[in-house]
C-alpha cells in the first residue's frame, strides 16, 4: 500500500511569487493536514482539510491557502512568497472518525530565494 | 494554550538506554504520539499512548504516561546508531470539528546522537 506522496519534492521560487504544493493521502484516508517545519521552530500546524472541507487552521497569514479534492488529495497554495517561507511542508492523513495514527508524507523543501 | 516542551539534545552510547522526556499541557488530550525524524525525511510514527493508560510497551520502545504530571517518556533500550535522530512529541488538540479529532501539537523534537 503507497504511503502518503507529496510532490514536488524540492521547489525553489523567488519572493513575492506563488507557490503550490500537492499531497495524495494513504488510500482510505480522508482527512489531511499541513505542517510547515522551518529551521528552529519545530512542527508548526497550517491547516487541516475533512471530506472537501477546511476544519481547521493554524496561525499562519490568509496567503496560506489549499483545498482538497474529491478524491481527498490536497494542494497547499503560498502566495506572495517571502523568504521566511523557506521551509519543509510536511502532509499527513488520517481515516475520517479518528486520528490514532497520522501517517506523514516525505515533505516538500521550499525554498525563496 | 498548548504547548509540548521537550529538551533539545540527548547523547548516548551504544548499547545503553535513551530516555526522551516530554511535557504536555491539555489534559483532555486522548493520544500522546512519538515520531522520528531522520535526516531530510519525513516523520515516522514510532509509537502512541491512549491517555487511559499508563505504559505501553512495543519492542524495545516503552512509553511511559504520568497524567497528572503531564509527562511523557520514551524509553529505547538497547540504543543503536540507526536510531541516530530527532524524537517528536505530539498530542492531538481536540478543537475542530466534532471535538472528536484534531490536529497535533508538536514539541520542538529532541535530537538523539548515539556514539559508538
Known amino acids: 500500500e503507497a504511503g502518503v506522496t507529496q510532490s514536488p519534492t524540492h521547489l525553489i521560487k523567488t519572493r513575492g511569487q506563488q507557490a503550490t504544493l500537492r499531497c495524495s493521502p494513504i488510500?482510505?484516508?480522508?482527512?489531511v493536514y499541513w505542517y510547515q517545519q522551518a529551521l528552529g521552530l519545530g512542527l508548526q500546524f497550517l491547516l487541516w482539510?475533512?471530506?472537501?472541507?477546511?476544519?481547521n487552521r493554524g496561525n499562519f497569514p490568509p496567503r496560506f491557502s489549499g483545498r482538497q479534492f474529491p478524491n481527498y488529495s490536497s494542494e497547499l497554495n503560498v502566495n506572495a512568497l517571502e523568504l521566511e517561507d523557506s521551509a519543509l511542508y510536511l502532509c499527513?492523513?488520517?481515516?475520517?472518525?479518528?486520528?490514532?495514527?497520522?501517517?506523514f508524507g516525505q515533505g516538500t523543501r521550499l525554498t525563496v530565494v | 494554550g498548548e504547548d509540548v516542551e521537550q529538551s533539545l539534545f540527548l547523547s548516548v552510547r551504544e548499547g545503553d538506554s535513551s530516555v526522551i522526556n516530554c511535557t504536555y499541557t491539555d489534559s483532555s488530550s486522548t493520544y500522546l504520539y512519538w515520531y522520528k525524524q531522520e535526516p531530510g525525511a519525513g516523520l515516522q510514527l514510532l509509537t502512541y499512548i491512549f491517555s487511559n493508560m499508563d505504559m505501553k510497551q512495543d519492542q524495545r520502545l516503552t512509553v511511559l504516561l504520568n497524567k497528572k504530571d503531564k509527562h511523557l517518556s520514551l524509553r529505547i533500550a538497547d540504543t543503536q546508531t540507526g536510531d541516530s535522530a530527532i524524537y517528536f512529541c505530539?498530542?492531538?488538540?481536540?478543537?475542530?470539528?466534532?471535538?472528536?479529532?484534531?490536529?497535533?501539537?508538536f514539541g520542538k523534537g529532541t535530537k538523539l546522537s548515539v556514539k559508538p
Open positions: 488510500s482510505g484516508h480522508t482527512s
Open positions: 505530539a498530542e492531538n488538540s481536540l478543537m475542530g470539528y466534532g471535538g472528536s479529532q484534531g490536529n497535533l501539537i
Open positions: 482539510y475533512d471530506e472537501g472541507e477546511e476544519r
Open positions: 499527513a492523513s488520517t481515516r475520517t472518525g479518528g486520528n490514532t495514527e497520522a501517517f
